[in-house]
């Protein structure tokens, strides 16, 4: 599993993020990963046009990759127009593992994912959970619900983005 997160692509690409986003790409291919994991905010003001850019090299990967949106990627209406087919996928099973993708990027967890959530933990598949928000940064009643899935099913691993740390 490869998680790429927090980018902040802007309409350029030319700036050091797009760098990273190439190296990653690249690196993604020769190790073949399972998956690659894009976790939101890979657009800094959520336009057209950086989102345009993030798709068209993750469409170079040569292994399966997933969308979770960020709060950056939602702060207009062109990112979400590119990104939307990408971020309509809610969860994916490979090679007997169930990943889970929540949209936290309003910084909770809705009702319809908490459905959706508990549905797909009933899979007999260990579990994945890639989102954007940290456990710690989800508003309360979300947070609380969180901590009570993870204790009632077998969640391998909750893998989140948008902490940005110097």
């Known amino acids: 599993?490869?998680?790429?997160?927090?980018?902040?692509?802007?309409?350029?690409?030319?700036?050091?993020?797009?760098?990273?986003?190439?190296?990653?790409?690249?690196?993604?291919?020769?190790?073949?990963?399972?998956?690659?994991?894009?976790?939101?905010?890979?657009?800094?003001?959520?336009?057209?046009?950086?989102?345009?850019?993030?798709?068209s090299y993750a469409t170079r990967l040569s292994v399966p990759l997933v969308f979770p949106p960020g709060t950056a990627d939602l702060l207009?209406?062109?990112?979400?127009?590119?990104?939307?087919?990408?971020?309509?996928?809610?969860?994916?099973?490979?090679?007997?593992?169930?990943?889970?993708?929540?949209?936290?990027?309003?910084?909770?967890v809705t009702e319809s994912d908490r459905d959706r959530l508990t549905t797909e933990a009933k899979s007999a598949d260990p579990l994945i959970i890639l989102t954007h928000y940290p456990m710690d940064t989800l508003d309360a009643e979300s947070r609380i619900w969180m901590e009570s899935f993870l204790s009632d099913h077998s969640v391998e691993l909750y893998l989140a983005g948008h902490r940005h740390f110097t």
């Open 1 to 55: 599993l490869i998680q790429i997160t927090d980018l902040h692509l802007s309409d350029r690409t030319d700036t050091p993020a797009a760098d990273a986003l190439r190296w990653a790409i690249d690196t993604s291919n020769q190790l073949r990963p399972d998956l690659v994991a894009f976790m939101g905010d890979m657009t800094t003001y959520g336009t057209a046009e950086s989102a345009r850019q993030c798709l």
């Open 76 to 108: 207009s209406d062109g990112a979400m127009a590119i990104l939307f087919d990408s971020l309509e996928q809610k969860s994916i099973a490979i090679d007997g593992i169930r990943y889970l993708l929540p949209d936290t990027s309003s910084g909770g």
